[in-house]
């Protein structure tokens, strides 16, 4: 094969995302006009594009706000986009959240709210329960993301410290009638777990997130845990009267997203297999399962035969293990990957959150192929040392591999593609 093995992923990455531009995905389920006012709100890594798309697609009148993360906005005539912060919330979330309720309150039966959803509004939203303060949810916050949990237990936590998660957003909208068009990053799509629900109620319960506390060890401040003890922590159940005329759409999805990623890699003339689009778990972990089927097809030419793409999707976790690395799930998992096949040639790499940001830094993701490893040796790290303490930016970083595409105006949840030649 005479493919550049990066240029080729970068392809596959960019198909992905293309197939989740809300300008495709939002007119194919724009909602019937109302008799009212039109009201657009929306929470997410990629819901200013939502809601620009929505306006070119929409001809009737509309106003409303978004809320996305700093640097992700983008331009609206109508509506009014504002920025918070990811992933962990801050003041101005606090501002947008109350804004949205705002927003929401006074309207009858004969309005619609069209509601924007995308991944990343847990923690642009923070509605702190009465009693809580906006301290106790950055705590309840830092907390999930370093257990190590996977996301439908931190969202099912987060809806019970919230007034505005689990579908309270669309109860305080009742009686106006609420469409939700959601681009999922969740592992099986489930809308209710996107952005922790705001206007999707869920099934977890609240004995549900006092169970997650426990199995993941999490130590969560005493106001907090007194709240979840009690029934006013409960949040709308599917079936509510206020919720029961919503509708809800997936727009975009990994899955979606992922056979764009293999049309692509045919057009390329490179056979391509999807191994799963809801792969959860430990990124080390799994980047070491990823790594020994590799091997496998470059040794033994199974379980599929090379040339051929692999590709995964779906969000797993990084449980934080020292202070002080940099990098996300996307970097660590393909650190531990590199480890796996190091010395092995004919791989070659591509881990990238489709939202263009891995953690806290500005890369998407990282490049790795056989020599990774080696050529971090050669300087002067030791890639097995810096996995352990969660540093596999500095890694990646020092051999010129990170993957930076910028925002990319959705969210679809990873990407991880492996060129087997």
Same mark, same amino acid.
């Given at each position: ?13 960019? /198909? ?33 594009? %939502? &809601? ?22 983008? @331009? ?58 906006? /301290? ?86 005493? /106001? ?30 990994? &899955? ?65 293990? &020292? @202070? ?51 050529? %971090? ?45």
């Amino acid at each position: 094969m005479s493919l550049d093995p990066k240029a080729f992923l970068t392809s596959i990455f960019e /198909a992905a995302v293309a197939a989740a531009d809300p300008e495709l995905t939002i007119r194919k389920h724009l909602p019937q006009k109302p008799k009212g006012r039109t009201i657009v709100i929306g929470a997410g890594k990629g819901s200013a594009q %939502m &809601a620009a798309a929505f306006e070119k697609a929409w001809d009737g009148p509309l106003e409303g706000l978004i809320v996305t993360r700093y640097g992700y906005g983008a @331009k609206c005539e109508r509506l009014e986009v504002i920025e918070a912060a990811h992933p962990v919330p801050d003041e101005a979330g606090l501002i947008a959240s109350k804004r949205l309720l705002d927003k929401v309150s006074g309207l009858t039966e004969d309005d619609l709210v069209v509601a924007l959803i995308s991944g990343g509004g847990s923690a642009l939203l923070p509605s702190p329960a009465p009693g809580l303060t906006l /301290a106790d949810e950055i705590a309840v916050n830092e907390a999930l993301l370093a257990s190590g949990a996977p996301i439908s237990a931190m969202n099912t936590i987060r809806k019970h410290v919230s007034t505005i998660k689990g579908g309270r957003l669309a109860a305080a909208a009742w009686p106006a009638r609420v469409v939700s068009l959601v681009v999922s990053d969740i592992p099986g799509d489930d809308p209710a777990l996107v952005a922790s629900g705001p206007t999707i109620p869920g099934a977890g319960s609240r004995a549900d997130a006092l169970d997650f506390i426990k199995a993941y060890g999490m130590k969560l401040p005493d /106001a907090v845990m007194a709240h979840l003890n009690s029934p006013a922590a409960d949040a709308p159940q599917v079936g509510d009267i206020r919720l029961k005329g919503n509708t809800v759409h997936v727009i975009a999805s990994a &899955a979606v997203s992922l056979e764009a990623a293999v049309a692509e890699a045919k057009r390329q003339g490179v056979e391509a297999v999807i191994l799963s689009d809801s792969i959860e778990g430990e990124a080390r972990d799994v980047g070491l399962v990823h790594a020994a089927i590799a091997r496998e097809v470059t040794t033994r030419d199974r379980p599929f035969k090379k040339p051929v793409l692999l590709l995964s999707g779906g969000e797993t976790t990084v449980t934080i293990r &020292a @202070k002080g690395g940099k990098g996300g799930r996307n970097s660590e998992f393909l650190l531990a990957f590199a480890i796996g096949i190091d010395g092995v040639e004919g791989i070659h790499a591509l881990a990238a959150d489709t939202d263009g940001i891995d953690g806290s830094e500005n890369n998407a993701g990282a490049f790795a192929d056989g020599t990774s490893v080696r050529r %971090m040796r050669a300087a002067d790290l030791d890639a097995k040392a810096l996995l352990a303490r969660n540093d596999a930016w500095t890694a990646f970083n020092a051999v010129g591999d990170l993957f930076v595409p910028g925002p990319t105006g959705t969210n679809v949840n990873d990407l991880r593609a492996i060129l087997i030649r």
